[in-house]
């Protein structure tokens, strides 16, 4: 298919925008690609290059009969520079697809500075109207992500919205590795077995706790300072990234059911842990660890107090520590059609984070949807309807109908229901697992179909 000759303004080089920018701009489609951060850093941002990971080195399991892996599955057919990127630059993370952040974020950025359709400005939006007629954009896609810098902000709580739009994330610490005593920790990955004799090691380091360091721990987090939100503003976290604090305040064995599970964690004796704490490799050498589920509104001093309590922690150095973050995002039901299109300015589209999705691969696939909406408005042709029985389908089936807008990652949950068999239903060990797995054939099934039938030029 030819592409009629068309501009389009993509705000934010992060995961949306690059994805967005790099589907256009290898359709034919001129981009001009805004990104602020190299006059403008945002907070959490660390570097000036595109599509940074501002948390987590860690874009969730390639498990197929997973949520993430089905999104990523969807996201190649699209052809996705985020995923073929991160494969390109992954590290060890059991059935995560976990990635050296800075060659990541370094290879994305050389590839949309290569692309010819593809011109990149560094400029901060606070007007994407004013800023598309300097440069002749038919369209334009907001994707300025969960920091969304203020002056633009301001612009769409103005034009877009009067009602705020933000709330509270948590980013988890990265401890020094040689910081550790490995001694006392072990490694052992709670899905993966490795055979005795394997020169592979596990891709996690756990740290055991015993009943009464388990308990006293918790007591500490609920005493701890904490940083209080701003004024202005009150906290409302992500159900599924609850600070650990927050998790010890709602009961004491909270934690102990998630992000301090030791299920699955057994030691070389065969005992298993009160709970236990997971750290996760940031980097191919190894020299840093995330301490996985460990976000948390500490302030800085107490969590260095109280993470060197734990086993192996006595004389841990920190690369950074955990922090409350702020996170925009709008009300997509209210004020979007389902193409992610404004309602009130139907050429300006939204993409990422802001449209009330959450996480990075979740993101990117918003970038990669928006840019196909596109692609059908400048060829005249109809917004396309993803069926809501595949990943992409249903995260935007979810933010077009959810009663009250929270953000969501990817999950089953969001899919329509799968019917087992009175025999497969039966089988009450395995029935959650050929649940998954069917409901991803599916998914696969009529992706496929959807592609062949509405894209096949294209894809
Ligand atoms: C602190 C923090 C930690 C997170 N941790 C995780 C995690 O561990 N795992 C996970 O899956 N998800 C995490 N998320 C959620 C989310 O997946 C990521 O933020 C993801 O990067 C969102 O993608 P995006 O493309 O929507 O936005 P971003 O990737 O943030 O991209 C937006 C871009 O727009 C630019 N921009 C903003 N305003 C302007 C402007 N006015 N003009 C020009 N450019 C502008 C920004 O500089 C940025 O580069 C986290 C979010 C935050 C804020």
Known sequence: MTTPQAKVLVIGAGLAGSEAANLLANHGVK?????????????????????????????????????????????????????????????????ALAVDREKFSSAVTEKLFDNSNIEIHHEEVSNPLAFADIYNCQYIIIASGPLTSEPLQNWMTEYISKEDFYFYDAIAPVVDADSLNEEVLYFKDRHKELKEDSSIIADYLNVPLNKEQYLNFIEELVKAEKVPPKSFEKYQFFEACLPVDLMAERGRDTARFSCMKPIGLEQEDGKIPWACVQLR???????????????????????????????????????????????????????????????????????????????????????????????????????????????????????????????????????????????????????????KALASERARAHFDEFIEVNLKELF
Not at 332 to 342: A, F, G, I
Not at 357 to 381: D, F, H, P
Not at 404 to 415: A, E, Q
């Open 31 to 95: 981009v001009h690609l805004v990104e602020c951060k190299r006059i403008k850093a945002l907070p959490s941002q660390k570097d000036n290059q595109f599509a940074e990971l501002v948390c987590t080195n860690s874009l969730k399991s390639k498990n197929p009969d997973s949520g993430h892996g089905l999104l990523k599955y969807e996201m190649e057919k699209l052809g996705s520079i985020i995923l073929e990127t991160a494969y390109e630059h992954e590290v060890p993370a059991g059935d």
């Open 281 to 435: 490799r940031e980097n191919l050498l190894g020299d840093a660890y995330n301490m996985v589920g460990f976000q948390t509104r500490l302030t800085h001093k107490e969590q260095v107090r109280i993470f060197r309590t734990l086993p192996g922690f006595e004389k841990a150095e920190f690369i950074h520590l955990g922090s409350v973050h702020r996170n925009s995002f709008l009300n997509s039901k209210k004020l979007l059609n389902s193409d992610l299109s404004s309602k009130e300015f139907p050429n300006i589209f939204f993409a990422g984070q802001i449209t009330g999705v959450e996480g990075y691969t979740e993101s990117s696939s918003m970038g990669l949807y928006a840019a196909v909406q596109i692609l059908q408005k400048i060829n005249k042709k109809p917004a396309l309807q993803f069926p809501i029985t595949t990943g992409i389908g249903a995260l935007i089936n979810f933010i077009m109908t959810v009663p009250k807008p929270v953000p969501s990652s990817i999950n089953f949950g969001l899919l329509p229901p799968i019917l087992l068999t009175k025999d497969q239903r039966k089988d009450r060990k395995n029935r959650k697992k050929v649940k």
